[in-house]
């Protein structure tokens, strides 16, 4: 059973750093894309970032320069460190995977719980 568990988060000022990780487990394929996104009260989910295997990247705009993404494939984990932080960033935070798996044997998609970051002005 392939499961992606997040930790980090929680709450900080404005301006001030914090570092989501997230590790997928269940799987001993190579895992091609993982990803962060976002979900704020009355919104939409969105993208923040994403990075391939191969470390391909890509950002939402509101985070460029301020977000980096980086994952160890090797062990199935993906990273997200936030600088620069905004009370706009505050949201709930997902990490996501496409992950090899299952009849048929496909790209399924997973999700983390989701963990909270709070910013503060």
């Known amino acids: 059973q392939v499961q992606l568990v997040e930790s980090g988060g929680g709450l900080v000022q404005a301006g001030g750093s914090l570092r989501l990780s997230c590790a997928a487990s269940?799987?001993?394929?190579?895992?091609?894309?993982m990803g962060w996104y976002r979900q704020a009260p009355g919104k939409e989910r969105e993208l923040v970032a994403i990075?391939?295997?191969?470390?391909?990247?890509n950002y939402a705009d509101s985070v460029k320069g301020r977000f980096t993404i980086s994952r160890d494939n090797a062990k199935n984990t993906v990273t997200l460190q936030m600088n620069s932080l905004k009370p706009e960033d505050t949201a709930v935070y997902y990490c996501?995977?496409?992950?090899?798996?299952?009849?048929?044997?496909?790209?399924?998609?997973?999700w983390g719980q989701g963990t909270q970051v709070t910013v503060s002005t």
């Open positions: 990075i391939t295997s191969g470390g391909s990247t």
């Open positions: 996501k995977a496409g992950v090899p798996t299952g009849t048929p044997f496909r790209l399924y998609d997973f």
């Open positions: 269940g799987t001993s394929f190579s895992i091609p894309a």
